[in-house]
């Protein structure tokens, strides 16, 4: 690709997000790090400019349909195309499926799954009409297919990622877009520590090949791998970036 590509990473405030901003720009990429921390992304740009890259942050809530519409146009006015899509921001968490806080019920099916949705459609649609052959990247987990106690409605987000992302993949292939999903195992980012089991952090820590947590920086350059155009055969595909967890 001649052109600077640029890419729209949301949840780009913290862990898994971040590091994918700051790996993109330092492969070359300008970086749109969105998300509704301010202060975590406006600090991702601040990393991104010290070290040489060029980004600017774009405040979303991937939850409202107008908010990620008006970022995936800001990122167009701003930079002029929009490359890669990396639908990643989540949250974690709802409790056991007797004892659901139907509030933070609805919030979790709001962020991890409408908010993915809606970066599809908005991305998909600016690829499309720009005529650009991109790729769309959503975060899943090993848990869109295995169950474990207490996550009942992130259960049913993250499997709703994995078969959004199959789905747009047919719709959008004969226009030249990719859509992947990502699907990691135990990575050592904040959302961990919402999980008030901490007997099921430890167990899911014992899962990862060696024993430790993924790094947030490992996953970051899975998703880069992916972007680029020699994985054209990675469409529709789940990509595990799990060190194992679901072996
Ligand atoms: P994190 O908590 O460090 O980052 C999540 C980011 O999403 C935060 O910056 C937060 O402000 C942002 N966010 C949350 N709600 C938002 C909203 N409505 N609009 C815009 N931004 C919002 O967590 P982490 O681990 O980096 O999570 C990234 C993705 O990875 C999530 O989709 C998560 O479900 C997924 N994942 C994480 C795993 C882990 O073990 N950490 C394992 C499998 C999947």
Redesign the pocket.
């Known amino acids: 690709m001649s052109e600077q590509r640029v890419a729209v990473i949301?949840?780009?405030?913290?862990?898994?997000?971040?590091e994918t901003c700051l790996h993109f720009a330092r492969k070359g990429d300008r970086v749109v790090v969105?998300?509704?921390?301010e202060a975590?992304?406006r600090e991702t740009v601040r990393l991104i400019e010290d070290n040489g890259g060029e980004a600017c942050f774009a405040r979303?809530?991937?939850?409202s349909q107008d908010?990620v519409e008006a970022l995936v146009e800001e990122a167009v006015a701003r930079f002029g195309r929009i490359d890669v899509m990396f639908n990643?921001?989540?949250?974690?968490g709802a409790g056991p499926v007797l004892e659901q806080n139907m509030e933070l019920y609805h919030r979790t099916i709001?962020?991890?799954q409408h908010?993915v949705a809606y970066g599809i459609m908005a991305a998909g649609r600016k690829m499309k009409e720009l005529g650009i052959k991109g790729v769309i990247i959503n975060?899943?987990?090993?848990?869109g297919f295995l169950a474990s106690p207490g996550t009942f409605a992130?259960h049913a987000t993250?499997g709703a990622v994995v078969m959004m992302s199959k789905s747009a993949a047919l719709e959008l292939a004969p226009y030249g877009i990719r859509v992947v999903a990502i699907?990691?195992?135990?990575?050592?980012?904040?959302?961990?520590q919402?999980y008030k089991n901490a007997g099921l952090i430890d167990s899911?820590r014992a899962k990862v090949m060696g024993g430790e947590?993924?790094k947030?920086e490992a996953?970051a350059k899975s998703v880069y791998l992916i972007s680029l155009e020699d994985a054209e055969a990675i469409n529709g595909s789940v990509v595990m970036v799990d060190q194992g967890y679901a072996s």
């Open positions: 949301t949840g780009g405030a913290s862990g898994i997000g971040r969105a998300d509704f921390n975590g992304g979303v809530d991937v939850s908010s990643n921001a989540g949250i974690g709001g962020v991890n908010g975060t899943a987990s090993v848990f992130y993250k699907a990691p195992g135990a990575v050592d980012t904040p959302i961990l919402g899911m947590l993924t947030p996953i």
